[in-house]
């Protein structure tokens, strides 16, 4: 382990005992132990944040967040993990830190969305896209795209993605409390704008992106169910996950099948 990150990996297990520091990352579960994995804020190396999957604190976390999406955990304790387990932990996992610690303590948990991104202008390779604000109208080059793509009460380009020639933007169109996001892709060529999705997505604002050359973007988030619905339903949807995927030339799809 590199000394930067055993700095960092003490610091972390200090500061999160002292002071029950928030402690997230994107989770992965497994038969005996699950995870999240987040970058260290101060080396940037990735870290490993283990627990036991049927422990108080596993079902707990597992109760309120799920896999392939950002977990949030407002207090929680921590301590350093063995060597031996280090090493137990390292087989189990296709996602492999710079280091592990482990979850002893977790409180105030939840899923939450990233919060990379989400800009008004973008510099893409193919030109400038930017967000007219007072009509959250999409532009590239300064001139409305065609098809139109307008926002709700607001329009952010979520992520930026290089695949092959083309750039692949996710947009998030924001809406009120019934439903409060809907996102669409877009694809910009050197020629200009060659592709648009459908509008897709639960309504729910919690999503988590992630990227491969060889199948293209894929957005995982959560279900939603709106204010006016029975609680039952509302926190029955926030634990199912719908993913969707997108490339340069198939079709959008939701797990699995094509949306239309």
């Known amino acids: 382990m590199k000394k930067t990150t055993a700095v960092a990996l003490a610091t972390l297990c200090l500061a999160s005992l002292a002071t029950a520091e928030v402690t997230q990352g994107v989770l992965e579960k497994g038969p005996a ?10 080396s940037g190396d990735l870290i490993g ?9 596993g079902r707990a976390i597992l109760q309120s967040c799920l896999p392939g999406l950002l977990c949030k955990i407002e207090k929680s304790a ?4 063995s060597d031996a387990l280090s090493d137990t932990l390292g087989q189990k996992f296709a996602t492999q ?46 001139k409305p795209i065609k098809p ?17 020639a083309i750039d692949v933007l996710l947009l998030q169109s924001s809406g009120g409390t019934a439903c409060p996001a809907l996102f669409r892709f877009v694809n910009i ?11 897709f997505g ?21 279900g939603f169910r709106g204010p006016f619905e029975p609680i039952a339903d509302r926190k029955k949807a926030a634990m199912t996950k719908a993913v969707y995927r997108w490339n340069v030339q198939g079709p959008l799809s939701e797990n699995g099948k094509p949306v239309r």
């Open 202 to 222: 639960t309504c729910s604002d919690i999503i988590y992106p992630t990227f491969d050359s060889k199948v293209g973007v894929t957005v995982a988030m959560v």
């Open 189 to 199: 060529s050197p020629g200009g704008v060659l592709r648009v999705s459908p509008e």
């Open 78 to 81: 921590t301590r350093p993990v």
């Open 33 to 42: 132990y699950s995870a999240l994995f987040s970058a260290s804020p101060e």
């Open 148 to 164: 139109a793509i307008e926002g709700n009460s607001g329009l952010d380009i979520v992520a930026n993605y290089e695949l092959g």
């Open 49 to 57: 944040f283990a627990f036991k999957t049927q422990s108080t604190v």
């Open 97 to 142: 830190p710079a280091g592990w610690i482990e979850i002893t303590q977790a409180r105030n948990i939840g899923m939450a969305p990233v919060v990379f991104g989400y800009e008004k202008t973008l510099k893409t390779r193919h030109g400038m896209v930017s967000v007219r604000e007072e009509d959250n109208t999409l532009l590239l080059k300064g």
